[in-house]
Structures are given as structure tokens and as C-alpha cells.
């Protein structure tokens, strides 16, 4: 399967200059494009700020491969290092030889567990992946999003290890000396902070009706008014280009779509919400491409993914009608619009 060149899905400059910006930026190195680019290593921390020192969940996981481990029967005896990874992602791949060779010299103190987060990425394609890199370490997919809710997941790679007494003890993106230091010190048992439990986020709240908007308004996510539909259209500032080369069929259906948002995002007939997914997006990238673009519905940085989980969203990208009262009615079929706009489809939709 080929990848495409950079790590980091490009960021929205001028189409002459983005060719070159993708050769020298952030080959490993986590180096932004520009002063206020967030790098891999920024989001990392961002989930390590929510997660460091917490007791890590007790989960029972399931491998690919039927093999079940045991997070919880684990304590007190091996450190567990987690690797949130994707088939389609080039750091990712980069950082395959340094994973496998983690897991080949783990020992008895250590369990190395690969977690494919499950997002456009099928069993086969994991398993085509696996056979072609010789990577022999657990794999265990993530179906349904719980497992990067439970660890912030915002980038990938993302490195969460946790030490033999069951506590977060490192989140961070780079195969590098930081990781190498950590494992080590997991490994021996070394102390990093007071214990707190950690458990998934409104886990028993009630489900949120509004959103908060890229300008920080919030949004309903039906009418008010119980009057016209609502168009949630899922996709990412980075889905078109990142993916052109390692899932080109996803990459056309999001220009298709953002054209469609562009060509009818003013119509009134319905509502319309663009919801761009948090990994691997900042608000100042989902930023320049509504500008770039001029994309003229409002848009929600789902930064947690919360509402990617919501409506069961997998893939990128997936346009889904509200009716007038919230309920779902359809999801549309993201190449459409070569026969009928996303406006006609979603007036016309149908439960």
C-alpha cells in the first residue's frame, strides 16, 4: 500500500510551495511548518496533560487475532506500553521498526500492544499491513473509538505507557530517547505521580444537543425550531490532500463533499454543520482550510471525537440528515453529489 510523503496531514498554504513544505517539514521530527503549527509531540502532550499520573482503565482487550489480554491481571507485574497507530499513517510506519523492536526484547516486565484506532483502516487492511512490514507484535482493533476516548487520542502515533502499578506514566508521538527513557523507567517501577482514576469521559452524562462553533458560538445540533433539517457533514482539513495517495477514493468523496458545502452551504432549506475530527487538527488548521476553501456553514472542531462516536462515524467523510426534530433520518452516500447535491438528497431524505 503506498503512504503518502509526510507524517503530518499538510497544512493549507499556497499550492506552489506546499510541494516543497512536504519534503523538508516534519520528516520525524516533529519540526512545525511554522511558528504556531502544532506538532504530533503537542497533541501527545495535550492527551498526557489529561492522563499522566491516573490509574489506566482496567480493560480486557481482544487481539485480531482472538488472543485476550488482561490490563488489570498485569498490575504489579509488567509495565504496558500502547501504541495508537494507523495503516494509512506515515509516522506510523516510520516508527514500525523501533515498535517491533520493543516488543521483541520485552522480557517478562513488559507487554507491548499495538492498537489500531480503527478509523478507516478494516481487519484486512490491518492484516495486509502486518504481512508486508513482518511486524509480529499483538494487534488489537479499536471498533469503536472507546479505547482512543479513554487516552485522549488526538494524533497518531500516539505512545501511552504504563507502569507496573498500573499508572499513566508517559503519552508522546516521537520514537525517541523520551520514549526509550520512559519505557525504562516503567519497566523498573519508578514513581511519577499520585494515582487517580481515570474513566472515559461523560461516560454517564447526557447526551449534548449544542456544540461549540471554530468562532466559539455554540450550535444546536438539530433546529431549534423544529423546522428544517440538519446536514452534519464529517470530514477533516486534512482528509482531501493526506489521503490522496493511501485512500484516494476517501480523498475525492471529501473534495466532493466540501464542494457540495461550498456550492449550497448558504441555502436556508436546510441547516448545515461541517464536524471535522480532532486527530491530527487544531483549530487554527480547520481554520485556514474554511478560509482557504471559503466554505460558508459553521464548522465544529470535534476535538475528543465525542461526536465522531455519537452518530458512528469511521470513516471520513460521512454526511448525515437530521430531521426537524433531531432524529436520525439518513446517512448519504458521499459520491452523491455526481448525480444529485447533498441539498436535493437531504430534502429528499427519507427514515
Known amino acids: 500500500m503506498h503512504t503518502p510523503l509526510r507524517p503530518r496531514p499538510p497544512r493549507y498554504l499556497l499550492p506552489r510551495t506546499a510541494a516543497l ?29 489529561r492522563l499522566l ?79 508486508k512490514l513482518g511486524i509480529t507484535m499483538p494487534i488489537v ?25 498500573g499508572r499513566i506514566a508517559y503519552v508522546g508521538h516521537l520514537a525517541d530517547a523520551r520514549l526509550d527513557a520512559a519505557l525504562a523507567d516503567a519497566r523498573k517501577g519508578v514513581a511519577v505521580a499520585a494515582a487517580k482514576p481515570l474513566a472515559a469521559e461523560d461516560a454517564a452524562a447526557p447526551v449534548a444537543q449544542k456544540a461549540k462553533t471554530l468562532d466559539g458560538g455554540e450550535i444546536a445540533l438539530a433546529d431549534p425550531a423544529r423546522k428544517r433539517r440538519t446536514v452534519l457533514a464529517f470530514l477533516s482539513p486534512w482528509c482531501e490532500t493526506y489521503l490522496e495517495k493511501s485512500r484516494p477514493q476517501s480523498s475525492a468523496q ?3 463533499v466540501r464542494e457540495q458545502l461550498v456550492a449550497h452551504g448558504k441555502d436556508a432549506r436546510v441547516r448545515w454543520i461541517g464536524i471535522a475530527a480532532g486527530l491530527w487538527a487544531s483549530e487554527q488548521d480547520l481554520r485556514e482550510y474554511r478560509d482557504q476553501h471559503a466554505i460558508p456553514v459553521p464548522f465544529v472542531l470535534d476535538r475528543d471525537g465525542a461526536l465522531f462516536r455519537r452518530y458512528g462515524v469511521r470513516q471520513m467523510p460521512v454526511v448525515i440528515v437530521l430531521g426537524a426534530d433531531g432524529r436520525f433520518l439518513r446517512k448519504l452516500d458521499p459520491d452523491a453529489p455526481g448525480a444529485i447535491s447533498l441539498l436535493d438528497a437531504a430534502i429528499a431524505a427519507t427514515p
Request: charged share 25%; hydrophobic share 40%.
Open 21 to 49: 513544505l512536504l519534503a523538508i517539514a516534519l520528516l520525524g521530527t516533529g519540526a512545525p511548518i511554522d511558528a504556531r503549527a502544532e506538532t504530533g509531540q503537542d497533541f501527545a502532550a495535550q492527551a498526557g496533560n
Open 53 to 131: 499520573g491516573q490509574m489506566a482503565p482496567a480493560l480486557k482487550l481482544t487481539t485480531i487475532d482472538g488472543r485476550n489480554i488482561d490490563l488489570a491481571a498485569l498490575r504489579g507485574h509488567k509495565a504496558v506500553y500502547l501504541k495508537f497507530w494507523a495503516t494509512w499513517c506515515v509516522p506510523c510506519r516510520e516508527q514500525m521498526p523501533h515498535f517491533e523492536n520493543a516488543y521483541r526484547h520485552a522480557g517478562d516486565d513488559l507487554e507491548v500492544v499495538a492498537i489500531n484506532i480503527g478509523f478507516d483502516d478494516t481487519l484486512e487492511q490491518i492484516r495486509e499491513y502486518r504481512s
Open 141 to 165: 482493533r479499536d471498533d469503536d473509538g472507546r479505547l482512543g476516548e479513554l487516552f485522549r487520542l488526538r494524533v497518531t502515533p500516539q505512545h501511552v505507557i504504563i507502569d507496573r502499578d
Open 254 to 256: 471529501c473534495k466532493a
